[in-house]
C-alpha cells in the first residue's frame, strides 16, 4: 500500500493561509513561511520573451489554526521575550497554572497534544517550569498550534498539534544576536556556508535560578525554579535545482526542584526532576515546476526524565530512558489546475515510522506519580505501600496516508485517510517471582482513520468552514508497567470535529467563530478494585468529552495601534467508566478571555495583555481521621472536582525602547501581574485538615533585559 500511495501522490509543505494570530494581532497570513512559487527562468538577451506556465503545490490546510511569527510573539505582553509563550494568548488555550507549562488544547490533556520541531517529535514545547520554550526565540522562525480535527498527515495523537518552525538563514548573510534578561540569557549566530550554505547555531542557559528568593517559602512548595540549558545547530545547503537538504541537532538539560526540606521527616515535602533530550535530524526536500514534491525526513534521539522525592516518611523515585527513532517520507502532485469548474486538483501521500526503546525503573508507593482525576490535597502524602520495578518495552509504527484536495470555483474539499500500524513488545507482561524469568508478551494494534475538511468561499472576506475524523493514541510507555499499570491496554479512540465561519471584511479588522466537540473512549485509568490483580492497576474504561465555542477577533488603526481578543467557553469532562456520572477535567475552564494591545510610537513599543479564567477544579476534603500505623491524618474526600479555585485575573505590561540602529539594540521590561492581583493557584490544608489556606501565585514580577543583533 505504501509503494502505491507514493507512485501517485507528492509532499507539500503545510499551508499558512488560514486564520492565525501573531502576538497582539489575529490575521489573514497568505505568505507562506518558505517560498512555494517555482523558479522563472530569465529570458536571454536578444530573443523573444517566453512565458513559462508552472503548477503551484496543492497544499493541505488545517480548518482552524494559529500561527505566531518570531518578531509578534517574542514582543507580546506576558510572553517575557518567548515566542513560544504567546501561545498561551491562542483561542482554545487554556492557563497554565505558574510553574506547571502545560498546553491544555480544546479541553485535552497535555499529553494529547504533540510537538513538532521542523517535523521531528519532542517530549515538550517548554522546559520545566514553563517559562522558556525548548527552542531559543532567535533561532525560530515561527510557531503554529492546529487544536484539533487535522487532517491525516498527523497521528498517533487525540489532542492538537504545534509545530515549531526553526529559522533559515540566507547565502551570504552572517549576523548574531544576544538576548539576557532575568530568565536567562542566549546567543544565536548564523552565517553562509559556501554558495548556497548556511549554519545557524544556538546556545542558552537560564539565570532565574539566581533570583529565587523573589519567591516566598510557602510558594516555593507549588512554584519550582528551574535550571535548564538548550542548544540546536542547523546546517542548510542546496543539492540542486529547487533541491535543499539540512542536518539539525536540538538538546536541552532541565533540572527542578520544589518543596521543602525539613528536619521533621513527618512535614519534610522535596521533589526533584531531572529531564533531558537530544535530536538529531536530516531532511532533503525537491519542489519541481511541475507542482510536485518530495520530501525524506529520518531523525533519531533520546530522552530522559527522572524524578526522586521525599513526602514525609514515604520516598518516590522513577526514571525512564528512551531511545527514539523515525523518519517521514512524502510526495505529493498537483494532477489538475485550470481544467473547466475544477481549479486544482492534487494528491499528497506518504509513510510515517516511529520507533522507540523505553527502559523503567521505579521504586515507591502505587499511587504515585498522582494520575489526573486523582483526589489531592496539598500537603497529604501517599500510603505506604511500596513496590519496585525494572522492566521496557519495545514500540514502532508504520502510518500510510493519502489526502486528496479538490477545489471548485469557490469550494475546497480535502479528503484523507490515514492507516496506522502499532507493534508493542514489552519485557514483563507480569512481575515475575524471585529468581524466575519474565515472560514477555508482543500486540499489534491496527488502526483506521478517515479525515474530511471542508472549505467555502463565500466572498468579500467570508468563508465558512467544517473538519473532523477519527484519531487514536497509544497509552503512555509507563502505563504499561506490570507493576504500577496494564501492560496490554488499548488504544484511546477519538472522535473530534469542529466548524465556524471566518471574515475580514477589510485589512484593518475580522473576526473568526469556531465551534469544537471531541469525544474519546479507551483511555487508561486506575482500577477501582482495592488489591488490583497483577499487572491490572490500570483499565482501558476512561471517557472523555470536551465541547465550546471559541471567539477571536483582532482590529488595527493607521496609527500603529493593533488590539486582539479572544474568548473561549467550553466544558471538558471526564469519567472512568461508561457507567459512572460525568466529572470535570482536571485542565477544565469553562471560561477564558485573553485581550492584548500593542502600539509603536517611534523607538518605543508598549504592549499589554489582560485575561480572565475560570479556576481549576479541585475536590473537596470533608473531614479526616488519624492514620496510627501512618502517625498522621489522613483527609475524606468529598465527591471529585466539585470545587473550584477562584477565577484568574491579571493584567500583564511590556516596554520596548530601540537604542540603536547599528548594531541593533533594544533594552525591555516585560511586568507580570502589575496589579499584584491575589491569584489562588493552591489550596492548602493544616496537619489534621481543619483549617485551609489558600497559596497564592506569581506576585507582581518584572524581567528586565536586552536584546542586540550585529
Do not use: C
Not at 529468581?435 to 474530511?452: C, F, K, L, M
Amino acid at each position: 500500500m505504501a509503494a502505491a500511495i507514493l507512485a501517485f501522490a507528492h509532499h507539500v509543505h503545510h499551508a499558512h493561509d488560514a486564520w492565525a494570530q501573531g502576538g497582539a494581532l489575529v490575521t489573514e497570513d497568505a505568505t507562506p513561511i518558505r517560498s512555494a512559487a517555482p523558479n522563472e527562468p530569465a529570458a536571454a538577451a536578444d530573443s523573444e520573451p517566453i512565458e513559462v506556465v508552472a503548477r503551484t503545490a496543492m497544499e493541505p490546510r488545517a480548518a482552524t489554526k494559529t500561527l505566531i511569527d518570531r518578531e509578534s510573539g517574542r514582543a507580546s505582553a506576558g510572553a517575557e521575550g518567548d515566542a513560544t509563550r504567546a501561545l498561551a494568548n491562542a483561542p482554545g488555550v487554556a492557563r497554565s497554572s505558574f510553574g506547571g507549562g502545560e498546553l491544555v488544547v480544546w479541553g485535552a490533556s497535555p499529553e494529547d497534544t504533540q510537538v513538532f520541531v521542523d517535523g521531528v517529535p519532542v517530549p515538550a514545547l517548554y522546559h520545566l517550569g514553563g517559562r522558556r520554550g525548548i527552542v531559543a526565540t532567535d533561532a525560530i522562525e515561527s510557531v503554529e498550534l492546529i487544536p484539533g480535527a487535522y487532517g491525516a498527515r498527523w497521528g498517533r495523537g487525540t489532542g492538537g498539534v504545534v509545530q515549531v518552525r526553526t529559522r533559515r538563514g540566507e547565502p551570504r548573510e552572517t549576523g548574531a544576536a544576544l538576548a539576557v534578561d532575568t530568565i536567562d540569557a542566549g546567543a544565536v549566530t548564523w552565517g553562509a556556508l559556501g554558495d548556497s550554505g548556511t549554519v545557524i547555531t544556538s546556545l542558552r542557559m537560564s539565570l532565574l535560578d539566581r533570583f529565587a528568593d523573589l519567591v516566598d517559602d510557602s510558594s516555593r512548595e507549588v512554584f519550582a525554579i528551574p535550571q535548564y540549558v538548550d542548544g540546536s545547530a542547523t546546517l542548510a545547503f542546496s543539492t540542486g535545482e529547487g533541491e535543499t537538504a539540512q542536518i539539525s541537532f536540538l538538546g536541552a538539560q532541565d533540572e527542578l526542584t520544589r518543596g521543602r526540606d525539613d528536619a521533621d521527616p513527618s512535614v519534610r515535602r522535596v521533589e526533584t526532576t531531572r529531564a533531558g533530550f537530544v535530536r538529531v535530524a536530516a531532511r532533503w526536500e525537491a519542489r519541481r515546476d511541475d507542482g510536485t514534491t518530495t520530501t525524506i525526513a529520518p531523525w533519531v534521539g533520546f530522552d530522559e526524565k527522572q524524578t526522586s522525592a521525599q513526602l514525609a516518611t514515604t520516598s518516590f523515585g522513577q526514571a525512564q530512558r528512551a531511545t527514539r527513532y523515525g523518519m517521514r517520507v512524502e510526495h505529493g502532485a498537483t494532477l489538475v489546475e485550470g481544467r473547466g469548474p475544477i481549479e486544482k486538483l492534487g494528491l499528497v501521500g506518504g509513510l510515517d515510522v516511529e520507533g522507540r526503546r523505553d527502559d523503567f525503573s521505579r521504586l515507591g508507593s502505587l499511587a504515585l506519580p498522582r494520575r489526573e482525576g486523582d483526589p489531592f490535597a496539598f500537603g497529604d502524602a501517599p500510603g505506604g505501600d511500596v513496590a519496585e520495578e525494572e522492566t521496557g518495552l519495545d514500540s514502532i509504527g508504520v502510518g500510510a496516508y493519502l489526502i486528496a484536495i479538490l477545489r471548485i470555483r469557490r469550494v475546497e474539499i480535502e479528503m484523507g485517510l490515514r492507516l496506522d500500524h502499532d507493534v508493542v513488545a514489552g519485557d514483563a507482561v507480569r512481575e515475575p517471582a524471585p529468581r524466575t524469568t519474565a515472560i514477555g508478551y508482543a500486540v499489534y494494534e491496527p488502526s483506521v482513520e478517515p479525515r474530511v475538511a471542508v472549505r467555502v468561499d463565500l466572498g468579500a472576506g467570508t468563508s465558512v468552514f467544517a473538519a473532523g475524523g477519527l484519531y487514536h493514541q497509544a497509552p503512555n510507555p509507563s502505563d504499561r508497567s506490570p507493576v504500577f499499570g496494564t501492560p496490554i491496554l488499548e488504544l484511546a479512540r477519538a472522535v473530534a470535529a469542529s466548524g465556524g465561519l471566518r471574515a475580514r471584511p477589510s485589512p484593518l479588522w475580522g473576526f473568526e467563530i469556531v465551534g469544537f466537540g471531541r469525544y474519546v473512549d479507551g483511555l487508561a485509568v486506575r482500577s477501582d478494585e482495592a488489591f488490583p490483580r497483577a499487572g491490572k492497576a490500570l483499565v482501558p474504561t476512561g471517557e472523555a468529552r470536551a465541547f465550546g465555542t471559541q471567539i477571536a477577533a483582532s482590529a488595527s488603526t493607521s496609527f500603529g495601534l493593533r488590539i486582539a481578543a479572544s474568548y473561549t467557553v467550553s466544558r471538558s469532562v471526564r469519567r472512568r467508566a461508561p457507567d459512572e456520572s460525568d466529572r470535570p477535567f482536571d485542565g477544565d475552564q469553562p471560561h477564558v478571555a485573553t485581550m492584548l494591545g500593542d502600539q509603536t510610537i517611534g523607538p518605543l513599543r508598549l504592549g499589554l495583555r489582560f485575561r480572565v479564567a475560570s479556576g481549576a477544579p479541585r475536590t473537596p476534603v470533608e473531614s479526616a481521621y488519624f492514620d496510627d500505623f501512618a502517625d498522621r491524618y489522613r483527609p475524606v474526600y468529598g465527591r471529585l472536582g466539585t470545587e473550584r479555585l477562584p477565577a484568574f485575573v491579571q493584567l500583564d505590561a511590556r516596554a520596548e525602547v530601540n537604542v540603536s540602529k547599528e548594531p541593533q539594540g533594544s533594552f525591555y521590561l516585560d511586568v507580570q501581574n502589575v496589579t499584584n492581583h491575589k491569584n489562588v493557584e493552591e489550596i492548602a490544608y493544616s496537619s489534621d485538615y481543619r483549617e485551609r489556606d489558600d497559596i497564592l501565585g506569581l506576585p507582581i514580577f518584572p524581567v528586565v533585559g536586552t536584546r542586540w543583533i550585529w
